[in-house]
């Protein structure tokens, strides 16, 4: 879930992009092309006929295309967070998709990034650390594993999330749906949603589903933005075009869910976002180990977490 309302980065995307390096690698299958800008992929593409799966970063839309969010999802209540009785400032979806990685390892199917701590964020976030992500191919499959190592001599405090967009191929301005979700897990019938400053409202709302369980994907859909799942719903999701036919899955361990597009515009892609973690809820001003889903490591301790793509066409 990113807007037109995230904190301004100190360089534009453009300027980021001319500093960046462009990897790629492919398995005879589909190829990734992945920027040391944000760790980010910038292309996923089925290899037969030079199909792009992945949106593009339009900026008119959306200048993202699967960013990594660390160390915080989503917006905090009044841009903050506290911890030992202080407070820190974190902008919304925290800082990495704004450093400049390095690659750590390539090998035929795999390519691992690495950001290293140095001291530069302490202001917003207190321990020193180390963000690993490891794009790996399989097949027609591309699995992002993302790992956070803490490197200071207390517990540390964080959220985790991945934030992929996929291209709907039937884009019409003047049609009502662009495409569908199909979610797999647990039954669903309830969604949260988030407003006043990126954080979510206490009441649940009816989920906006048709008759056979698919999800369609216009204006209406999002209207109060993202469509977000807090309770382990959800373990898959497929985006289909308008036909219904399946274009790609996405999959996780991660306990939140959103889906999202730009509100209250006819858009020509879907972001499919695992979290691990949640937006504050509104008016929330507890201590940082009460955040929703927050995640701990302790001195010397790695975490991990996964989202994994499957094209399907």
Not at 286 to 298: D, L
Request: glycine share 8%; aromatic share 12%.
């Amino acid at each position: 879930m990113l807007d037109n309302n995230d904190a301004p980065s100190t360089m534009n995307n453009k300027q980021k992009q001319q500093m960046a390096k462009l990897n790629t690698i492919s398995n005879g299958e589909i190829s990734i092309t992945v920027s040391t800008a944000g760790a980010e992929m910038q292309n996923l593409k089925v290899l037969a006929g030079e199909r792009e799966m992945l949106w593009q970063g339009i900026p008119e839309y959306w200048h993202g295309r699967s960013p990594i969010l660390f160390p915080a999802v989503g917006g905090l209540w009044n841009g903050t967070y506290r911890l030992n009785g202080k407070s820190y400032r974190m902008p919304k979806h925290g800082f990495m998709r704004e450093k400049e990685w390095t690659l750590e390892e390539e090998t035929a199917d795999s390519l691992t990034y690495v950001y290293k701590d140095c001291g530069e964020n302490r202001e917003a976030f207190p321990w020193p650390y180390e963000v690993r992500v490891r794009y790996a191919l399989e097949g027609r499959r591309v699995k992002a594993t993302m790992t956070v190592l803490n490197l200071g001599d207390s517990t540390m405090f964080f959220q985790m999330g991945g934030h992929p967009g996929f291209v709907l191929p039937d884009f019409d301005e003047d049609a009502a749906v662009d495409g569908y979700l199909k979610l797999e897990g647990k039954k669903i019938s309830h969604v949260l949603r988030a407003t006043e400053q990126g954080c979510t409202e206490p009441q649940h709302f009816d989920f906006p589903k048709e008759a056979d369980g698919l999800v369609p994907l216009g204006v209406d859909t999002f209207a109060n933005e993202a469509l977000i799942f807090d309770e382990h719903q959800v373990k898959r999701a497929v985006v289909l075009d308008n036909a219904k036919r399946p274009l790609v899955a996405v999959k996780s361990s991660a306990p939140v869910w959103l889906f999202w597009s730009p509100q209250g515009v006819h858009a020509p892609f879907i972001c499919a976002e695992p979290w691990y973690g949640l937006c504050d809820p509104i008016g929330f001003e507890g201590p940082v180990e009460k955040r929703p889903y927050i995640n701990t490591a302790e001195p010397g301790q790695t975490w991990t977490g996964f989202y994994e793509i499957e094209v399907l066409i």
